[in-house]
């Protein structure tokens, strides 16, 4: 397990961590007076300054990326079958002209929520159905530009309203089944916050293997947690033992970024700079 | 897989439902008013009233319990043991007393939350194999008693503070390996708020089989779940498909109650008549 107490060369910024302290130029200037080296940026985050001023931004700063964030939201009924396909190929587009190494998918929940103005439905197979087969056609497009696309497992607090794959089995099964000569097209994103409670997680890991770990992402998990979705823990206030989990990916030899992904109210309400040493600090002790 | 539609014979309360209506003699006699013929009491709400008056309002208003909440919260530290082993005999003892088919466990999370006051852990490995050892030791006591131990999957997003058995097939593990040769002395209560995520569901489910399906609890998963603990939906009000579980465990010959136990901070401010009607209502269309 490589030892990050001494410096954060392998930390990766999701940039969602301080999408309410400034732009993505912002992000990226505010990472490189840190010296951070890695960023994982957000579709709207890049939409918001354009994307030839985010490929500048990045290559100015020298930054890699460790993912992009995200496509995805494959659900839906047929009406929103197309807008599905080609906002995923536009997500494709744009990692490629970023440079990411992978784009990240969260492949959305039922239709209605996945797709707003989808006819409702309660069918969660029939939605997972719907991800196997987007998948499976969004990598004929992910092929062509050479995009590994990395499947992220949600906790299942989400199964209804972003993702209907909910655990790393689930995940690995979808890469088995479409990818099944292990090419490097298909793999998965693996975020703390989302696996930590598995009872299958560890042999899960050990199945990916380091060709299919395409992203490790760590936060904590808060007790109490005040809202589902945006009271994520910076690393160390909660009880998920992330140096467990970081132990078993590395020992699959993932030798990748360690990503921060924080949604937080909390957090989004302080000062970047505070943000991002906190950020460091505990990178260091305790991911 | 049985017509609920004429009338509300398999509609049993499970009294969380409404504790903040009245006590526990109160939430009876509103039960035998709205013909309902069956309840699952909590410990606490049997305690406010005493156990011998509670034994005899059962009684007299000619109920059946179809389970006794709860047993559990097993993790500990080495201080609490005693503690948690002399609380779990007390609960078997308490739902003899009471008549109940079987003592439902909520087995806890981390030893920090499920006995407070204990030194606190991440380990939740640690946590579930302590779980194991201390239902086997249970085990003991409640045959003795003839008490069927019905073990309850919580919800991931429960993991780290009430019950780190998490999935269907968790439950079920532990039931093989402490009861492998199905007395019925061990088994599973299913609430279709913890499980309906999974993806593994409906073969554990078939696993099961009807001699470990010892109870199945309804309520809903509301989009968005505004409070992690108390907001629970109405049958009917959120996204699940509840008659295609209530068909899966029918299918396997469960021919018991389907209990409703919703925590809701906004149910709980209603009156206990429109609560009852209402639950009495979509058991009858969409339960």
Known sequence: MRDFSGDHRWLSL???????????????????????????PWRDQVGAIGLDRAVRAVRDAGLELSGYCRGGMFASDAAHRIEARDDNRRAIDEAKALGAPCLVLVVG?????????SVASKNLLEARAQVDDAIAEMMEYARAAQMPLAIEP?????AADRACVNTTKQALDICDSLDPKRTGALGVALDVY????????????????????????????????????????????????????????????????????????????RPIDDVLRTCIERHRSVV
């Open 194 to 269: 989302h696996i930590w409670w598995d009872p299958e997680l560890l042999p899960q890991i050990v199945r990916a293997g380091e060709d299919r770990l395409l992203a490790f992402h760590v936060c904590d998990w808060l007790v109490p947690t005040r809202d589902m979705l945006n009271d994520r823990g910076m690393m160390g206030d909660g009880v998920i033992d992330i140096k467990r989990l970081r132990a078993a990916v590395e020992a699959q030899g993932f030798a990748g970024y360690s990503e921060i992904e924080i949604f937080s109210n909390e957090w989004w309400g």
């Open 109 to 117: 929940g039922l239709p209605q929520y996945s797709r707003p103005g």
């Open 154 to 158: 949600l906790h299942p607090a989400y």
């Open 14 to 40: 999701n940039t969602a961590t301080v999408r309410k302290q400034g732009d993505l130029a912002q992000i990226i200037e505010a990472s490189a007076r840190h010296g951070i080296r890695a960023i994982d």
